[in-house]
């Protein structure tokens, strides 16, 4: 009878420990529990502890057993501001720099209700990731500092996405970087490889608030900030650390905002409701698909859709590269029965090509059947520079296209750039004993071309002091290269630059800007900005 009697204690500790999770149909459709834990400000009151899962085989309890453990609440968390409190983990950190972001957060209720709201589509998912990682759920705050919840963000420092990766670090992290796609805005590939960094910061300093500052520094900085305390004897904590302005401020403003969150009656704040519910769920993508039609056929406004899906930047989704897509919940069963039973021609008008050899804009927009000017805007082109060969341009789907863009060209896909050397007409005073072969030996022309361009015989010999015309090349835009991921080593970044290039030396000719029509000399006249038009033959 006593085994009976334990069995069936331990049997109800079981399940009211059970009943203190909340399960709820994870993104990727299937069921995850949701752990609720204590700390920081929480207080400790029954039903507040976390539940308890046993690790191996069930066995009867003690008394003294069943007696020191907590017996969790039956009632789910009202919502998720509510299930964020609940875990709460991380030291308060009380400081002066603290009160001054309170006031400057308190002090701005639309900024605020923007900002919660704009999280309302992503907040289920973050939380369900830490706790399922038992990690301090204040981190789910952490994108209100990053980017406003704004996973389209991009910063001065190239930093990209609501929890703002650079490139290189991104590119440790897993997140692909290329023409199609951007892994460091994709809400599920960029939350989890936040949370891998943040828990190997963690690892590293073995506390929040230093692995927040690396998060945001970088982590050699912090070691070096350590080091050198440590050195001078001095205590290496957060606040005793010696650092710049905006990581100094990094923690108080997150702390700030978990102090809104946990009290916003005493900040006069009202948090918009955000449902203790999943908002989207993940669906396969089986066939490239133009971004609009996706929309469309999930019945979703377009700017829904495109801040569900912030990593596609382009107007089609491979299916090689984009296996999956995120759809509001209640939409997800809408896009598959549209889809499978849509009929009205391609799924896509748009495919990738690969540039066989090495062309002009203009040339590769001919070939393509694009005007030179959409060919620019929807490759982002700049100007000023040929396409190289093994580039991926985005180009109209033909009607005989079948086949869907394999998965080397969605993962690889680049487009690289070379500068368009330009010649630009200039006049040359004739030194003693100047010739066409000898101009044409010092600038590296050939012979031909100047005495083209002079109206002379390939053997004329210049007069001391004559104008002598030669087409010189000027230096142009750089080389570049688009979807590489490439780009400067990150501590973390709160702040990142737009693509741009850097000057570089051009280091081929184009060939000659001239040529004659009916026996007479055609000028090349320049375009402004220092460009020549090309010469009607």
């Known amino acids: 009878m006593k085994f009976i009697a334990a069995a069936c ?3 109800s500790l079981l399940l009211a420990g059970c009943a203190g999770t909340t399960t709820a149909p994870s993104s990727s459709g299937t069921s995850a529990p949701s752990t609720a834990t ?21 066995t009867p309890i003690t008394s003294s057993e069943a007696h020191s453990q907590s017996v969790v609440t039956l009632a789910p968390p009202a919502d998720m501001w509510d299930r964020i409190r609940r875990g709460f983990k991380m030291p308060n950190l009380e400081s002066d720099l603290v009160r001054d972001r309170e006031q400057w957060y308190a002090s701005r209720p639309d900024y605020i209700q923007r900002m919660t709201e704009r999280s309302n589509k992503y907040m289920f998912h973050i939380v369900e990731e830490l706790e399922r990682r038992n990690m301090p759920t204040e981190l ?7 980017s406003a919840f704004n996973p389209q963000a991009i910063s001065s420092a190239r930093a990209a996405g609501m929890w703002q990766f650079m490139p290189a670090t991104g590119t440790d992290f897993d997140l692909k970087q290329n023409i199609f796609r951007d892994d460091r805005r994709d809400v599920v ?3 989890r490889a936040a949370l891998d960094y943040l828990q190997k910061l963690y690892r590293m300093f073995g506390d929040w608030q230093l692995a927040l500052a690396a998060y945001n520094w970088g982590e050699g900085s912090v070691s070096r900030a350590i080091a050198k305390n440590q050195r001078l004897g001095l205590p290496t904590t957060y606040s005793d650390l010696s650092m710049p302005a905006e990581t100094r401020l990094y923690v108080p403003k997150l702390q700030a905002v978990k102090n809104i969150v946990a009290n916003p009656q005493a900040f006069n704040t009202e948090l918009p409701l955000i449902a203790n519910h999943p908002y989207f769920q993940t669906v396969t993508l089986t066939r490239d698909l133009d971004v609009e039609l996706a929309a469309k056929l999930a019945d979703v406004r377009l700017e829904d859709f495109r ?11 491979l299916a090689a590269g984009t296996q999956q897509i995120l759809l509001p919940w209640d939409n997800a069963a809408v896009f598959q029965r549209n889809f499978d039973a849509y009929s009205q021609g391609q799924y896509a008008s748009w495919t990738a090509w690969v540039v066989p050899n090495t062309m002009t804009v203009a040339d590769a927009a001919q070939r393509s059947g694009m005007s030179e000017a959409d060919l620019r805007a929807l490759n982002s082109i700049p100007p000023r520079m040929l396409i190289k060969a093994g580039s991926t341009l985005i180009v109209p789907r033909g009607a005989r296209v079948k086949e869907d863009v394999t998965a080397v060209v969605a993962d690889s896909g680049h487009l690289s750039f070379q500068p ?9 005073k004739a030194g003693r004993n100047d010739s066409v072969a000898s101009i044409a030996r010092r600038y590296k022309l050939a012979p031909s071309n100047v005495a083209e361009w002079n109206d002379v015989k390939p053997n004329h010999a210049f007069k001391r002091g004559y104008s002598v015309v030669v087409y ?7 080389a570049a290269r688009v979807g590489s991921g490439a780009g400067p080593a990150r501590g973390r970044a709160t702040a990142s630059a737009k693509r741009g290039g850097s000057a570089v030396k051009a280091t081929a000719a184009r060939g000659n800007n001239v040529a004659k029509s009916s026996g007479k000399q055609q000028v090349v006249r320049e375009k402004r900005g220092g460009t020549p038009a090309k010469k009607k033959r």
């Open 472 to 478: 010189l090349p000027v230096r142009a835009a750089p």
């Open 307 to 317: 801040a569900l899906n912030p990593a596609a930047h382009k107007p089609v989704l």
């Open 140 to 146: 789910a705050l952490l994108p209100y500092i990053e």
């Open 38 to 58: 204590t700390g920081g400000t929480a207080s400790k009151v029954a039903g507040s502890a976390a539940p308890v899962y046993p690790g191996g085989p069930l």
């Open 189 to 191: 590939a960029s939350t």
């Open 9 to 11: 204690l331990a049997g």
């Open 420 to 428: 368009e050397i330009v010649n630009r007409r200039t006049t040359i």
